[in-house]
């Protein structure tokens, strides 16, 4: 039967709860263990998908098209495990799948309840991912014990004890100890209080992880072991780090992997752990010095967390060639100002992601352009790739007035479409193209070069389409179609024969990449923009000589 492991958080949100579970998975995966990770998130709302970026942040895709937490995407980079729609469940979606049940009749005309409807459906939800061939299920529980919203959540995790066995099941709560200046105190009050309330609900922690500016000292961390009830030992401090990337080392040292083992009894002799592999991510971490600067050509770019597996990809490039990734974040809507003052030119690589709307995608074409005449290293996602195709149709090709459908229906170019077979699908979810599909790259290319491989699987999350009525058209001027579906109804990867990397896909490769294995169109713009970098400061770049420049 597979252990369980639940992850909570009091006091203030954003502590790293996500980062806590995705480092104590990746422990145990370092201890020979087959760990797969969950969220439970409060929200109402059926899955993250609909809700403006601004509210959440990233939408994280998995491989069969589930649009989850981005806490997700934490958890895959660091147990390198793939998951899939069944890790993120949300009030919404419990709620829905009870409320369907009782149309159905299957509660047999009971008054459906939160206990024990809501509940045992939460239950279910835990161990539907709880298969045979795991060991440990990580489940992270979204909000802050005390939120009204997440009552149903603890009281489900506190049955799923007593119906496991308290050998089986491991509670974790991650607080916050802040430092108080006028004082100079670190103060253990907020933990105390927290602790306090999540046993008010029938939850007694088994490890307490205390975040904190700086490390706590021992007497602190014995003074929250008597006020809380837990062993001095359970009492883990997660101090402000480096990188992220450093975290599993530092609550290793901490103990944090050696007493969930204890509490949920598996013997780390039959499991002794190797660090090495992680040590090795922290090491090239740490030596990435080389300075590049990349412009992330963004319509939400007040929330950094809106990219974060864009801006995390760059990161892994860059640790790749040992180079320190500046992300320069330029607001799509600005970007035809800052052209104007010459802004872009310090830039040394360009990323445009994806987004949904009409906002900014003037100022994503008019980035794009520059990218092109510069000969400056450009990666489009998705939007990105349409924005791209959108800019060289206009530009190079000189069919005025060229558009997407999204942005114009009336446009006289429709270079970026809807499908046919999507047109009537009146649900928003509906028309997308979510989750992974294989592509077919072009021999001689530069995906192709890139990936190694003809035949390549990337996560989608899209509406629109490049229109391939256009195709032959924008090939005579030297745009190539480098990817397409299988049956070649769809481009998937586009780029220009003559620029060093001006490269689009219309995927989201930034799911997919992991610390010690960057994607590789990503380790492929930061190769190409430390080569513009060499060439900007040194013998100067080269303007506007790449094939069909207007």
Known sequence: MPKHIFVTGGVASSLGKGLT???????????????TMQKLDPYINVDPGTMNPYEHG???VTDDGGETDLDLGHYERFTDENLTRNSNATTGSIYQAVLAAERRGDYLGKTVQVIPHITDEIKRRISRIATDDIDVVITEVGGTVGDIEILPFLEAIRQFRKEAGRDNVCYVHVTLV????PSGEQKTKPTQHSVTELRSRGIQPDLIVCRSEEPLSDDLKVKISNLCDVDAKAVVNAADARNIYELPLILHDEGLDD???EVLRIDTDAYPLDLGPWESVVQLVESATRPVRIGLIGKYVQLPDAYLSVVESLKHAGFHHGAAVEIDWIQAEEVEGLLADGRLADLDGMVIPGGFGARGVEGKIAAAR??????????????????MTIEFARNVVGLTGANSTEFDPTTPHPVIDLMHDQRDVSDKGGTMRLGAYYAVLEPG?????????QVVSERHRHRWEFNANYRARLAEHGFVCSGT???????????LADHPFWVGTQAHPEFKSR????????????AHALTFREQRLGAGVPHAVSAGVS
């Open 445 to 453: 290319t530069k995906v192709a070069a890139a990936y190694g491989e």
């Open 515 to 526: 610390p010690d294995r960057p994607h590789p169109l990503f380790r492929e713009l930061i």
């Open 21 to 35: 579970a995705s480092s104590l998975g990746r422990l145990l995966k370092l201890r020979g263990l087959r760990v």
């Open 58 to 60: 990233e939408v994280f």
């Open 370 to 387: 520059y990218a092109r005449e510069e000969l400056l290293p450009c990666l489009g996602l998705c939007l990105g790739l349409q924005t």
């Open 259 to 261: 007493v969930a083992c």
């Open 485 to 495: 579906s299988p049956d070649r109804r769809l481009v998937e990867f586009i780029e």
């Open 178 to 181: 802040p430092f108080i200046g």
